[in-house]
Structure formats: C-alpha cells, structure tokens
C-alpha cells in the first residue's frame, strides 16, 4: 500500500479544518465559548450608554450559554447610578450569535443591542467591543478583573487621546 495518497489527504484535510478554524471571528470565537465557559465582564471605559444609563458605575456582565443549552446565551448586567452605589439595578436578556452581521444580539424593552468584540481578549482578560443601539456605535472597554488595570494599559496604548471614554468603575 502507498502512503503518499493518504497522507496527502490528510494534509489537505487538515489545511481545510484550518481555514475553517481561522475564518471565524472573535465574536464567533468567544460566543461558541460561552456555551461551555461563562465570562463575568466588569466594565472599565465607555464612550456611550446602551442598556445602563447615563450615570451608571460599576457595569458587571455576566454572558452564560451554558443553560438551557440550546445554543442561546443569556446575559445578565448589573450596574449602579453614580452616587447611589448601594441601590444595584439588575436585568437579564436572552443572546444568540447573528452570523450575518457577526455579533451578539440581544433585545430587551422593544430595544436591540448588537455587540461585536473588534479583536480577540488582549492577555486573555481585556475585552474591546463596539455596541450598536438604535444606530449608533458605542465604544466599550471591558476586563475580567474590576481592577481595570490592564484595560487602563490597553485604552492609553489604542487610543492615547482617550477617545471621548470615561471610567465607569468606582471602588
């Protein structure tokens, strides 16, 4: 028997597994993660309101596709309105990844949100996303640890000017 045929299948085989895996997105990327691992998000700069409000501090989200296992997400946010830290507002939406216009879209008050992660986490815990509600882009800067440290690093290095963000997490 000659190799040389089926190996030759086995490199193209996995040259086009390759393709596959590289063409995804990182939105694609980490939404298909979610189903299996869960991310707890703390907000650290944004440069526009979607679902908080203006004054909001201290944006917590928390992105789970991991129930009902239906290749849904669901997400749940937390926030306070500056000054009155101690009253937390919470809200819960249903999520699922549109391939058509790669992101994560979820609805909430006849309202949609449409959120698109622009690279991969940067060290595995800093999140950059575009939001668009009604329209209108929002910048956001997210990180897996509330010190925000590594995202004040990442906000300095892609946009020195600041970009019109404002911190939002208040210890």
Same mark, same amino acid.
């Given at each position: 028997?000659?190799? #040389? ?24 990327r980490k939404y298909e993660e979610l189903q299996s691992n869960p991310v707890l998000l703390f907000q650290c700069y944004r440069n526009g309101t979607t679902p908080d409000r203006e004054l909001s501090v201290n944006y917590t989200s928390l992105f789970d596709g991991t129930e009902p296992n239906n290749g849904n997400a669901t ?8 000054? =009155? ?6 809200? =819960? ?42 329209? #209108? ?6 990180? #897996?640890?509330?010190?925000?440290? =590594? ?16 911190? #939002?997490?208040?210890?």
């Amino acid at each position: 028997m000659n190799p #040389t045929p089926m190996s030759a299948f086995f490199a193209v085989l996995g040259l086009s597994i390759l393709a596959l895996v590289s063409s995804s997105t990182p939105t694609q990327r980490k939404y298909e993660e979610l189903q299996s691992n869960p991310v707890l998000l703390f907000q650290c700069y944004r440069n526009g309101t979607t679902p908080d409000r203006e004054l909001s501090v201290n944006y917590t989200s928390l992105f789970d596709g991991t129930e009902p296992n239906n290749g849904n997400a669901t997400v749940t946010l937390w926030f306070a309105i500056n000054g =009155t830290e101690d009253q937390v507002y919470k809200f =819960t939406f249903d999520a699922s990844y549109v391939p058509e216009t790669d992101s994560i879209t979820f609805a909430y008050g006849g309202r949609r949100a449409e959120v698109v992660l622009t690279e991969d986490p940067i060290n595995g815990t800093v999140y950059v996303i575009n939001e668009t509600f009604n329209g #209108t882009v929002f910048h956001q800067i997210y990180q #897996t640890d509330e010190s925000c440290a =590594t995202a004040r690093a990442v906000l300095q290095q892609q946009c020195p000017d600041g970009c019109g963000m404002k911190q #939002t997490r208040i210890f």
